[in-house]
């Protein structure tokens, strides 16, 4: 492989490693456009009450195509971690 493909691959890699945010987890990619739109991220206690602000930011905004995979991957990883199964 090329050095270029290795390098694409490896910001994929760290873009979507999960990060310790004080009491939730989040992939750079999500802090990324979660801070492009001022969300606070860093003070929630759970992953639903960030989908909650999101969701009010998402009503306010016009085509947030971004903030909205990313208020989908945060529900799925909430849903997974916190449901019984």
């Known amino acids: 492989m090329n050095n270029k493909i290795l390098k ?6 760290l873009k979507n490693m999960l990060v310790d945010v ?4 989040l992939t750079s990619k999500e802090i990324e456009v979660l801070n492009n739109y001022n969300i606070d991220y860093k003070n929630v ?13 998402l009503v306010d905004e016009e085509y947030p195509e971004d ?12 849903y997974y971690q916190n449901t019984n199964k």
């Open 67 to 78: 903030l909205e995979d990313v208020s989908l991957s945060i529900q799925e990883r909430d």
């Open 22 to 25: 004080g009491k939730i987890m």
């Open 45 to 57: 206690l759970s992953l639903k009450e960030l989908v909650l602000k999101i969701e009010k930011t």
């Open 8 to 13: 694409e691959m490896k910001n994929d890699i």
